[in-house]
């Protein structure tokens, strides 16, 4: 018997194992397809590369913007081999990684509980005193499409394995993915619609940033909120899709569709009703958001498998610090919870750091918003980025910073120094004694920070 059994070998599956052999030997991982990560095959890594190119193209091509006239051509055939390559790059680190592990602590194919404390794994069972299941999560397809646009209908796992960018593509969604990815193929030169079953875009959840990153977003790209297809079919090799906008029917045609709507578990496929008979409705399992346990037995679930912040960093941190849980079983503690931290890799781009607004009015925490505006803001100007604003979270009663929200350029450098500020408790009076160089875009972070100041003082 063993003492740990991992399954799944993605980001949290692969810290959980790096953290286990530090305590143990006697552990087994188990892994149904790729040894490596959806990050870096599928994910964050590979759209990196894809919108860097894009944001680069953009640059050029918006260059008067800095005083530039540019005449030159951009040739794009090179993108998409660009892409695969440098992810390649990155899943051979991973698989480097794991190639040195020893052969007889992993296993390749699909696991299958048969009991509480056993699984299967090609015809074998293997037995553990405890089990971390980090299986992950598939791109959300909608079958009958797919079955209708065959290889037309493609999600984010296969959007990079294109051979050439398209002329024009139609994108589901309007989450964190769909807005990434399409932007990045309209700054290419393809051709992007897409299709939003709601009026938000990204993850903000402050009402004026959202209308403002709406405002934003469909300066440049063609988004239909509140639209989705009604039907779709395939006319030789370019898909038709009907659909109603404004009172009128309409049709669009392009040569691909993404489907960005979501991921759903890989846990379906674990058989957790052979450790318990309710555990049959996924969606309802009861798995602590804090402990990572499920019901009462020693099984940890982490990563994308379960989760409402499916993210790299927390799925490492989550893999890392399970490994206690698992040793100590029943003994088991909450794991220590990172301030928060989310990006989208847009352009403003966006960021939350800490609590959201929406969580502070959920919370019914007393505070004040300190803003500013990006449009007049020094060295946004001189970037010509001057786009979007910010709004700070402070709590009136402690002056502590709670959270923020960001639609700006570099979003993702001041979401990360403003997760460290609220993560030490900083008030706002001492983040203000920090120095602010100038010219740099922290100097607006000041600017509302010295807005909020002014409400608590008066």
């Given at each position: 018997?063993?003492?740990?059994i991992?399954?799944?070998?993605g980001?949290?599956?692969?810290?959980?194992y790096?953290?286990?052999?530090?305590?143990t030997?006697n552990?087994?991982?188990?892994?149904?397809?790729?040894?490596?990560?959806?990050?870096?095959?599928?994910?964050?890594?590979?759209?990196?590369v894809?919108i860097?190119?894009?944001?680069?193209?953009?640059?050029?091509?918006?260059?008067?913007?800095?005083?530039?006239?540019?005449?030159?051509?951009?040739?794009?055939?090179?993108?998409?081999?660009?892409v695969?390559?440098?992810?390649?790059?990155?899943?051979?680190?991973?698989?480097?990684?794991?190639?040195?592990?020893?052969?007889?602590?992993?296993?390749?194919?699909?696991?299958?509980?048969?009991?509480?404390?056993?699984?299967?794994?090609?015809?074998?069972?293997?037995?553990?005193?405890?089990?971390?299941?980090?299986?992950?999560?598939?791109?959300?397809?909608?079958?009958?499409?797919?079955?209708?646009?065959?290889?037309?209908?493609?999600?984010?796992?296969?959007?990079?394995e294109?051979?050439?960018?398209?002329?024009?593509?139609?994108?589901?969604?309007?989450?964190?993915?769909?807005?990434?990815?399409?932007?990045?193929?309209?700054?290419?030169?393809?051709?992007?619609?897409?299709?939003?079953?709601?009026?938000?875009?990204?993850?903000?959840?402050?009402?004026?940033?959202?209308?403002?990153?709406?405002?934003?977003?469909?300066?440049?790209m063609?988004?239909?909120?509140?639209?989705?297809?009604?039907?779709?079919s395939?006319?030789d090799d370019?898909?038709?899709?009907?659909?109603?906008?404004?009172?009128?029917?309409?049709?669009?045609?392009?040569?691909?569709v993404?489907?960005?709507?979501?991921?759903?578990s890989?846990?379906?496929?674990?058989?957790?009703?052979?450790?318990?008979?309710?555990?049959?409705d996924?969606?309802?399992?009861?798995?602590?958001?804090?402990?990572?346990?499920?019901?009462?037995?020693?099984?940890?679930?982490?990563?994308?498998?379960?989760?409402?912040?499916?993210?790299?960093?927390?799925?490492?941190?989550?893999?890392?610090?399970?490994?206690?849980?698992?040793?100590?079983?029943?003994?088991?503690?909450?794991?220590?919870?990172?301030?928060?931290?989310?990006?989208?890799?847009s352009?403003?781009?966006?960021?939350?750091?800490?609590?959201?607004?929406k969580?502070?009015?959920?919370?019914n925490?007393?505070?004040?918003?300190?803003?500013?505006?990006?449009?007049?803001?020094?060295?946004?100007?001189?970037?010509?980025?001057?786009?979007?604003?910010?709004e700070?979270?402070?709590?009136?009663k402690?002056?502590?910073?709670?959270?923020?929200?960001?639609?700006?350029?570099?979003?993702?450098?001041?979401?990360?120094?403003?997760?460290?500020?609220?993560?030490?408790?900083l008030?706002?009076?001492?983040?203000?004694?920090?120095?602010?160089?100038?010219?740099?875009?922290?100097?607006?972070?000041?600017?509302?920070?010295?807005?909020?100041?002014?409400?608590?003082?008066?």
């Amino acid at each position: 018997m063993y003492d740990i059994i991992i399954i799944g070998a993605g980001t949290a599956g692969i810290a959980a194992y790096k953290e286990a052999i530090k305590h143990t030997q006697n552990i087994l991982i188990i892994n149904d397809g790729p040894w490596d990560t959806t990050c870096a095959r599928v994910g964050c890594m590979p759209s990196k590369v894809l919108i860097s190119t894009a944001n680069r193209m953009h640059d050029i091509e918006q260059a008067d913007e800095v005083a530039l006239k540019v005449t030159s051509q951009i040739d794009t055939r090179d993108v998409m081999p660009h892409v695969r390559k440098l992810r390649d790059r990155f899943t051979a680190a991973t698989l480097k990684d794991v190639n040195s592990w020893k052969p007889e602590h992993k296993i390749s194919g699909k696991a299958v509980f048969v009991s509480p404390d056993t699984v299967s794994v090609n015809d074998q069972h293997y037995q553990a005193k405890s089990f971390i299941l980090a299986v992950g999560s598939t791109p959300a397809l909608n079958t009958d499409w797919k079955n209708e646009l065959k290889d037309r209908l493609i999600s984010s796992d296969q959007v990079f394995e294109l051979d050439q960018l398209p002329d024009s593509m139609a994108v589901i969604g309007s989450g964190v993915i769909a807005i990434e990815l399409a932007q990045a193929m309209q700054r290419l030169g393809v051709k992007t619609t897409i299709f939003a079953r709601s009026r938000k875009v990204g993850i903000l959840t402050s009402p004026f940033l959202q209308e403002l990153a709406q405002t934003e977003l469909s300066k440049e790209m063609d988004i239909k909120f509140e639209v989705l297809p009604e039907s779709v079919s395939l006319k030789d090799d370019t898909v038709e899709i009907s659909y109603t906008e404004n009172g009128i029917q309409q049709k669009i045609y392009t040569d691909y569709v993404l489907s960005a709507t979501g991921r759903i578990s890989n846990l379906s496929s674990l058989h957790l009703d052979h450790i318990s008979e309710s555990f049959t409705d996924l969606k309802q399992l009861p798995v602590d958001p804090f402990t990572k346990q499920l019901g009462s037995f020693p099984v940890f679930v982490i990563g994308d498998a379960h989760t409402a912040k499916p993210l790299q960093h927390e799925a490492a941190h989550d893999g890392r610090q399970i490994i206690r849980n698992c040793l100590n079983y029943p003994d088991v503690q909450k794991l220590p919870v990172l301030t928060g931290l989310g990006i989208v890799f847009s352009e403003p781009e966006m960021a939350i750091a800490g609590k959201s607004h929406k969580q502070l009015i959920q919370e019914n925490i007393s505070f004040v918003t300190g803003f500013v505006s990006y449009e007049r803001q020094g060295r946004a100007i001189v970037l010509g980025k001057n786009k979007g604003a910010i709004e700070v979270y402070v709590e009136q009663k402690t002056r502590k910073l709670l959270g923020a929200e960001l639609l700006i350029e570099s979003a993702e450098h001041l979401a990360h120094l403003l997760s460290w500020m609220i993560s030490e408790n900083l008030s706002i009076d001492s983040i203000l004694e920090k120095p602010f160089y100038h010219p740099t875009l922290e100097e607006g972070l000041r600017t509302a920070l010295k807005h909020a100041r002014r409400q608590l003082d008066a």
